[in-house]
C-alpha cells in the first residue's frame, strides 16, 4: 500500500511538472518572445513538456503497446535537450557583452543535427530498445548500445553549456546581476538533472530498493517544480523593461491561477477516482469545487505573498493598484451622479431633478432626471 501511495504521489508530481512547463512556456511566448533568451527559454519549457507528458501518460497506461509508444515520444524531448541548453547558454553569454564571433554558433547547429539524427533513430529501436516490464519498478525502455553514445553527448552537452553559464556568471558586474545569474545557473539544474530516464542504467537497484527509488523520484521532482519556476524567474528579466515588483507579481499570479490551480484540481480528481467506486461519481463536484475553492484562497491570501514578496513597498502598492478606482472621468462622475439623483428622487418621490455646475457664469456641467 506504501508503494502505491508513493507510486501515485510521484504520478502527480510528474503531471504537475507537465502543466508547470506548459504554463510557463506560454508565459515566456507572451511577454517577451521578442528576447533571444526567452525563446530558448520557451524551447526548453517544451522538451520538458514533452518529457513529462510522455512519462506522465506511459505510468497511467495497461497496454504495453502504448506504453513504449508514449515513452518513445519522451525521447523526443530528450533528445533536444543539449542543443537547447547549448542555445540559451550563448544567448545569456551574449546578453554580458561576449556574442559569439561564429564558433558557438556553429556548435549549436551542429548539436541541433546531432539531435535530430537521434530523433530519427528513436522510432527505429536504435537509440533504445523494446519495453521492459519484467523485474522493473516501473515499465522503461531497454538501453541500447547508441544509448551510451547518447548518454555521452548528453553529459558533453549540459557540461559546456555550464561552462558558458560560469562564464557569463563571472562577466557580471552588479550585485543584482550575478544573484540573478546564480537564480539561473541554479534553476536550469531542474530539467538538465530531472528529464533524463536513470533507469535504463538504474533499474536494477530501483527494483531492489524500491521505497527508496520512489521516495528519490518523488523528492526529486518536488525539486524540479521549485527550479524551474526559479529558472523562469531569471529568464523573465531579460528583454523586458519591467521592476522586479511587476516580474515578481506577475510571474507568482501566473503560476498560481495557472499550474498550482490546475494541479491541485487534477489531484483531488485522482484522489477521489483511486478511493473507490463510491467516490468516482462525487469527482465532477470535487473538480468544481476545488477549482473555486483555489480562486477563493488565491484572492484571499494575496495580501499575504504580496507582503512576502515586496515587504515595505506594499502601502506604496496598494495606493497605485487603487489609483484606477480612485480616479473619475466625466462618465464616470456623470453616472454616479445620476445614480444619487434617482436615489434622491426616489426617497422625496421626485419626478425630476437635475444637478448642474457652474464654470466662470457658464453652464459646465447638467444631469438631469
Known amino acids: 500500500m506504501l508503494i502505491g501511495i508513493l507510486q501515485t504521489t510521484n504520478q502527480l508530481l510528474t503531471v504537475g511538472i507537465a502543466i508547470t512547463a506548459f504554463s510557463l512556456l506560454l508565459y515566456a511566448l507572451s511577454f517577451n518572445l521578442k528576447n533571444r533568451v526567452a525563446r530558448s527559454f520557451a524551447f526548453i519549457m517544451g522538451c520538458v513538456v514533452v518529457v ?70 528513436i522510432p527505429t529501436s536504435r537509440l533504445v ?131 498550482i490551480t490546475a494541479s491541485t484540481v487534477l489531484a483531488a480528481v485522482t484522489i477521489m477516482r483511486r478511493a473507490g467506486d463510491v467516490y468516482a461519481d462525487f469527482a465532477p463536484v470535487v473538480m468544481v469545487g476545488t477549482l473555486l475553492l483555489m480562486q477563493y484562497l488565491i484572492t484571499i491570501l494575496a495580501p499575504v505573498w504580496e507582503r512576502l514578496l515586496l515587504g515595505g513597498y506594499q502601502e506604496k502598492l496598494r495606493l497605485v493598484q487603487t489609483l484606477e478606482e480612485r480616479l473619475l472621468t466625466r462618465e464616470d462622475l456623470r453616472q454616479l451622479l445620476e445614480a444619487l439623483l434617482a436615489a434622491v428622487c426616489d426617497c422625496l418621490q421626485a419626478k425630476d431633478a437635475f444637478l448642474a455646475s457652474v464654470n466662470f457664469q457658464e453652464l459646465d456641467f447638467l444631469v438631469t432626471m
Open 52 to 121: 513529462f507528458v510522455g512519462e506522465t501518460v506511459a505510468s497511467v497506461l495497461s497496454s504495453t503497446e502504448w506504453i513504449e509508444a508514449w515513452l518513445r515520444i519522451q525521447w523526443v524531448g530528450l533528445v533536444f535537450l543539449p542543443s537547447a541548453y547549448l542555445q540559451i547558454s550563448d544567448a545569456i553569454l551574449a546578453t554580458t557583452g561576449r556574442p559569439s564571433r561564429g564558433r558557438r554558433t556553429l556548435l549549436v547547429r551542429l548539436t541541433y543535427i546531432i539531435s535530430i539524427v537521434f530523433l530519427v533513430a
Open 129 to 259: 530498445g523494446p519495453l521492459v516490464v519484467e523485474g522493473v519498478v516501473t515499465p522503461h525502455l531497454e538501453r541500447t548500445p547508441l544509448t551510451w553514445v547518447f548518454s555521452a553527448y548528453y553529459l558533453i552537452g549540459m557540461v559546456w553549456a555550464w561552462v558558458n553559464f560560469w562564464r557569463a556568471y563571472k562577466r557580471t558586474v552588479t550585485s543584482s546581476s550575478r544573484r540573478r545569474m546564480g537564480y539561473l545557473i541554479g534553476g536550469a539544474l531542474a530539467p538538465a538533472l530531472g528529464s533524463y530516464p536513470y533507469l535504463l542504467f538504474g533499474s536494477v537497484f530501483a527494483y531492489s530498493h524500491r521505497i527508496t527509488f520512489w521516495v528519490a523520484a518523488i523528492l526529486s521532482n518536488i525539486l524540479v517544480s521549485f527550479l524551474i519556476i526559479l529558472m523562469a524567474y531569471s529568464v523573465a528579466f531579460f528583454g523586458v523593461p519591467w521592476p522586479d515588483r511587476v516580474i515578481k507579481r506577475r510571474l507568482v499570479k501566473w503560476v498560481m491561477r495557472g499550474p
